[in-house]
């Protein structure tokens, strides 16, 4: 869920920063290319994790 927040918070800066003026677009644009390697390396750890459930835990045979 915080992710889920979080995702949406950040799609709306980048819709909304083009709006407010051209040096917070470009601080904007900055920092996204700092977000990009970070959503890469959260969605590796996430992967990771996920690999390591049990494949019981995840589709119970009944």
């Known amino acids: 869920m915080p992710l ?3 995702h ?3 799609d709306f800066v ?7 003026g051209e040096q917070t677009n470009a601080a904007v644009g900055m ?3 700092l977000n990009i ?4 390396i959260v969605g590796i750890v996430l ?3 996920i690999k390591q ?3 019981q835990a995840i ?3 009944t």
């Open 14 to 20: 980048l819709f909304a920063s083009p709006l407010v």
């Open 47 to 49: 992967w990771l994790q």
């Open 8 to 10: 949406w918070l950040w």
């Open 4 to 6: 889920m927040i979080f």
């Open 59 to 61: 589709f119970p045979s």
């Open 37 to 40: 390697p970070i959503e890469i």
């Open 31 to 33: 920092i996204a290319l």
């Open 53 to 55: 459930v049990p494949e």
